[in-house]
């Protein structure tokens, strides 16, 4: 169930604003194996992309490392760290109809089921950075005709971007489009700066 009740508590993107007063007492990490665990297999899966080559002269061994490393980051991310960290899940279900429906829930709420501000960021910082730098090289492997290479960068793109666009649908609510939600704050921005030059004039 999507929550959208705007009175509760959310944990926001950078939790940039949390009240510094409870600020402090939600700096400890509550969950050091989901945290480690969350960054350990997509930082992984970089590395092996970027040093293979060195270290093996066999590409279908470090294609299979790469693509069971960001296996592993999507159903962790995905199932594990998600609902832990940032207490936030997507899924696909079919109903009875054979129909899929996606499901993305944000679970607000008081005391531990609340995130903490180190695990938030580590959280979005990791689901962020990574697929970017998936992008990244996928545009080098392109321009340096590196064609081998394409599956395995396309399989980053996909694997981890499909965990970024499922939290951040789970974040900004299933109901409301990427789009809408930039047109929303355009809107709102230029509506305080009109309002501000009739108060001056």
Sequence with gaps: MLTDDNNDEDVSLFDAEEDSGKRSKKTKIRHPVASFFHLFFRVSAIIVYLLCEIFSSSFIACMVTIILLLSCDFWTVKNITGRLLVSLRWWNQVDDDGQNHWVFESRKGTGKQQAAD??????????????????????????????????????????????????????????????????????????????SKEEES
């Design 118 to 195: 180190s695990e938030s960021r580590i959280f979005w910082i990791g689901l962020i950075v990574c697929p970017v730098l998936w992008v990244v090289f996928a545009f080098s492997t392109l321009f340096s005709f590196k064609i081998k290479w394409v599956p395995v960068v396309v399989m980053g793109v996909a694997l981890q971007g499909a965990n970024l666009y499922g939290y951040v649908r789970c974040k900004v609510g299933s109901r409301t489009s990427l789009k809408n939600m930039a047109t929303n704050y355009f809107g709102r921005q230029f509506l305080k700066q009109a309002l």
